[in-house]
T-cell receptor, first 112, second 110 residues
């Protein structure tokens, strides 16, 4: 079974703080993704990575950056957290050809 | 127009009912079709995926894709209260980007 883990289930941060969200997958998948999920807006892609050190912007990359130093680990960084970044953050991984994505449990981030 | 459209519901059914969840899509190049189940405050869990048209069955769940009408369905037989969740359909062309529906909330009443 594919397992995707995320470093925290719940986080509370203050406006302006730098926030790191970590994601690890154990299935040697090439591709990894970060989404945010908000009521009424569904899943929105922030960034994805198709190889170590490679990254591509998704639909809403502003205010975020990512890092993929090892194949199994993909980090999402909020450089200066703002209240509008309060959300559920979901990490996923996938493998060609079908690119079926497997999700982690999510991190609920509250920015005060 | 969104590439994958899904009625958000909520859909409420009695225990034991057959549930039909549906999505439509607009991109003819979509080849892979997925259904995810998401319980409250949890990550989406992959239920089933199908390639191209046809049916796929797994226990009480049947996924159906009709590429001619661009219609994706998930049927749940003998629905249980534990099936209460949000169900998301998703599609991709085989490339990186998967398009997700907004999800349908399902309530199965005991």
């Amino acid at each position: 079974d594919v397992k995707v883990t995320q470093s925290s289930r719940y986080l509370v941060k203050r406006t302006g703080e730098k926030v790191f969200l970590e994601c690890v997958q154990d299935m040697d998948h090439e591709n990894m993704f970060w989404y945010r999920q908000d009521p009424g807006l569904g899943l929105r892609l922030i960034y994805f990575s198709y190889d170590v050190k490679m990254k591509e912007k998704g639909d809403i990359p502003e205010g975020y950056s990512v890092s993929r130093e090892k194949k199994e680990r993909f980090s999402l960084i909020l450089e200066s957290a703002s209240t509008n970044q309060t959300s559920m953050y979901l990490c996923a991984s996938s493998q060609p050809p079908q690119e079926t994505q497997y999700f982690g449990p999510g991190t609920r981030l509250l920015v005060l | 127009q969104k590439e994958v459209e899904q009625d958000p519901g909520p859909l409420s059914v009695p225990e034991g009912a057959i549930v039909s969840l549906n999505c439509t899509y607009s991109n003819s190049a979509f080849q892979y079709f997925m259904w995810y189940r998401q319980y409250s405050r949890k990550g989406p869990e992959l239920l089933m995926y199908t390639y191209s048209s046809g049916n796929k069955e797994d226990g009480r769940f049947t996924a159906q894709v009709d590429k001619s009408s661009k219609y994706i369905s998930l049927f749940i037989r003998d629905s249980q209260p534990s099936d209460s969740a949000t169900y998301l359909c998703a599609s991709n062309t085989g490339g990186f980007k998967t398009i997700f529906g907004a999800g349908t909330r399902l309530f199965v009443k005991a």
